[in-house]
């Protein structure tokens, strides 16, 4: 018996939801560190200079990272990879692998080295402004230098990240971040608040976090039978393939980032703290981003690419219809819940030492004009991805340099009436036109995607998200009343505004009739139940 389109929908939604859950909570836990780590770091320098500083240094590193170890990387050489191993067998693409290995670390070697030497330029580059204060473009410099080697560091760790996405393994690479956030929070608490220059030591924690970052993963890599070599081969025809996937691949899924990074720029040249208010804005919108679209992205992805190799491209259309259905359905929410609770959030997360009260309302009003564009950021996490399973990445990097252009406009237009929530605004209008644009070729590729089933299930969503909007505008009108000073108290009204939203939208999206919450509850059923059989037997 053959299995027919139901079957085919059962096994994608399947294999998606378990991998983005496995993937999704490891997020969790990185993103949670992640908010800790910049609550101290935001107790130790507020939203001044020194944390306008830190934020520009380690946004180069930051940027690499998640561009090598949550994209470009992994959509080169997954596809490569699968293909290798379904045609050629499982030592072939041992060997591949460590040709690869390789070739990257010698050209990450360089680039570091290069960056190390360039790093007033770049500096310069990214925040024209800072030359105006007195000693700040030097301490971004000194910075960055020195956490330039993480990149190095990040980048063979995304190796094995994408080695063992591509056996199903997603649970050790998807915590590896957690090792850095660590690291940082230790620095922080330990060590920089006992220093007479307490941002070094947050500096150099970096670094070590990114050997942490290599080191968790090596022995998983073992277990699956990855015996790594250093074999530098650029002339080999499958890594300079890999490499001509690399490259563009970088320019497509650095959209976001690179309009951040004109955000940054452009936030230079505002009042002081600009930079720092927009950088913890925008670490509040990565949640959700990680949490679904990473998550999501990472599960469909060697999905799309087996269907690809196999010619099977209903199976494939499947799996990004399933995807961006799953997306949606999570992003709507959290994108109400951010506009809506921005205030508290930001209070609740950094309101203590030196970030004031203004400094939270600025950020506040920043996440808001980021939010908007929550579901474009996250629906460009996965449609990019189904071109590089294609093995095309030149698509993505034509939508995504147009979509630079708009943000470079609509910034330029929005930062003199509106400052710093004018160039959120602007990102976020430049990621739904690049989303638009995606779309449209996506279905000129394969053609139609299932459209009109997405729109009449993100309605659904949309109704299901109406009660919990018109609970947290009640919440609002109260908070001048129901806020209180103290952290206990603020941390449990967050909670129980939360907690009655999330109930709101679960029990009105199973009143409307949301199939995506039947795929989650299908996923937990079967979850329980192997676990009860490993548990009898």
Known sequence: MTSGPASSHSKSVRQIASAAG??????????????VRDMAIAWLFGAGMVADAFFVAFRIPSTLRELLGEGALSAAFIPAFTRTVTREGREAAWRLASKVLGTLVVVLAAVTATGMVLAPWIVQALAPGFGQVAGKLELTVTLLRIMFPYIFLVGVAALFMATLNSLGHFLTPALSPTVLN????CAAVLVASRSSSPV??????????????????????????????????????????????????????AVTQINVVVGTLLASLLSQGSVAAMTFAFRLVQFPIGMVGVAIATGALPVMAAAFAREAMGDMKQAL????????????????GLIIFAVPIIGLLFERGAFTRSATLLTASILSAYAVGLVFYVANRILAPAFYAMHDTWSPVATGMASVGVNIATSLLLMGPLGAVGLGLATAAASA??????????????????????FWAASKVVLACLPMAAWGLAMRLWWPVLEVSHLPGRLALLVVQLGVSVALFGATASLVGCEELGWAWDLVRRRRAMAGTRASS
């Open 433 to 454: 036109g690049n989303c638009l644009q995606l779309l449209l070729r996506l279905r000129r590729r394969v053609g139609l995607l299932g459209g009109r089933g997405i």
């Open 182 to 185: 660590a690291g940082m929070i």
């Open 200 to 253: 070094l030591p947050i500096a150099v924690a970096v670094v070590i976090g990114g050997i942490g970052q290599l080191a968790i993963q090596v022995p998983a890599a073992l277990r699956c039978g990855w015996r790594p070599a250093f074999l530098v081969a650029p002339g080999d025809p499958a890594v300079r393939a890999i490499a001509r996937l690399i490259l563009p691949g970088v320019a497509g899924l």
């Open 321 to 336: 219809h399933d995807s961006l259905r799953l997306a949606v359905f999570l992003a709507l929410p959290a994108m109400v």
């Open 22 to 35: 496995i993937v999704g909570l490891a997020t969790l836990v990185s993103r949670v560190l992640g908010f």
